[in-house]
């Protein structure tokens, strides 16, 4: 069992940085691929990137990619992800997960934060 809580959310202007943490408890976190998906009003939630374990590789979206950069530090259970130059079309709730393998499809991950606000202002 895995228990996921996002924090770092909050509203910044356009072409701004904002780091979301994700702190984890349960002792095998390391065992975990961790990922970051974004839920937009209205919209189907979409995968963001993800990571497998400290030494693996990351994977991002198309969107993001160049832009935000997911790491994790197993040594106080927590993933990140750094978002540089922030675009309107970034705003979204956005959730940390936890699963088996790291890949794009949100079904794959068995446990999810509650989500923190990301607000992008033009």
């Known amino acids: 069992q895995v228990h996921l809580v996002e924090s770092g959310g909050g509203l910044v202007q356009a072409g701004g940085s904002l780091r979301l943490s994700c702190a984890a408890s349960?002792?095998?976190?390391?065992?975990?691929?961790m990922g970051w998906f974004r839920q937009a009003p209205g919209k189907e939630r979409e995968f963001v990137a993800a990571?497998?374990?400290?030494?693996?590789?990351?994977f991002a979206a198309s969107s993001v990619k160049g832009r935000f950069t997911i790491s994790r530090d197993d040594a106080k259970n927590t993933v990140y992800l750094q978002m540089n130059s922030l675009k309107p079309e970034d705003t979204a709730v956005y959730y940390c997960?936890?699963?088996?393998?790291?890949?794009?499809?949100?079904?794959?991950?068995?446990?999810w934060g509650q989500g923190t606000q990301v607000t992008v202002s033009s």
């Open positions: 349960g002792p095998t976190f390391s065992s975990y691929a």
């Open positions: 997960a936890a699963g088996r393998v790291p890949t794009i499809r949100a079904v794959d991950y068995n446990y």
């Open positions: 990571r497998s374990s400290s030494s693996g590789p990351t």
